[in-house]
């Protein structure tokens, strides 16, 4: 693992590679193929900045296996599964990290990961709002992580679901909340 400067921003995809099979899912599952698009465009500008993505997933309980045998069960399943994996399957240069609860960080590596490739910036986006990106952006600001959260960039079960934890993300985080296109490079400029 090469070493970054200090203040490098990585861009979190959390739990796009996912099964939907839950309650909810397959509203969670067409809104997840919704915002494919903008992730991997604001992938490609963290490509062309030299900046680390890091996929963060559950592992579906499944407490054997690889990060690839999640990618393959969801092309195995079809539908959104398969929809959101075909478009933003971890890729080689990737770094992934299994996750066994709702945060990113919550019995992860994630913040030792962090901390050797120089992230001092993260760019929250994924799924769903209201669960997994707000539990992980409360704890990025606790380890005083810089946070974006981009609006056109994580979903959740509802509109108004995504509605409130993105007004709790911007209101009790003080965590910009804006779309991808509204933002040069990899990071809102700061004020």
């Known amino acids: 693992m090469a070493s970054r400067k200090a203040n490098a921003t990585a861009l979190i995809i959390l739990d796009m590679v996912n099964l939907f099979d839950f309650e909810g899912g397959d509203a969670l599952g067409a809104r997840a193929v919704a915002i494919c698009a903008p992730i991997a465009r604001l992938r490609q500008r963290f490509d062309a900045a030299a900046q680390p993505v890091i996929h963060v997933n559950d592992n579906f309980a499944r407490w054997q296996g690889q990060f690839s045998d999640l990618v393959d069960a969801c092309l195995a399943a079809g539908g959104d599964a398969a929809a959101t994996v075909r478009r933003l399957s971890p890729r080689r240069h990737d770094y992934h990290v299994l996750k066994p609860k709702h945060s990113a960080f919550h019995a992860t590596p994630l913040a030792i990961l962090l901390y050797k490739l120089g992230v001092r910036r993260l760019v929250l986006t994924g799924v769903a709002a209201d669960s997994c990106i707000l539990a992980t952006a409360q704890d990025a600001k606790m380890h005083e992580f810089g ?3 981009p609006a056109d960039c994580v979903a959740a079960i509802s509109p108004r679901r995504k509605r409130d934890a993105l007004a709790v ?7 910009p909340v804006v779309r991808s296109r ?6 809102p400029a700061q004020p």
């Open 147 to 149: 946070l974006w959260v």
């Open 169 to 175: 993300v911007a209101q009790s985080l003080l965590v």
């Open 182 to 187: 509204d933002v040069r490079g990899v990071f």
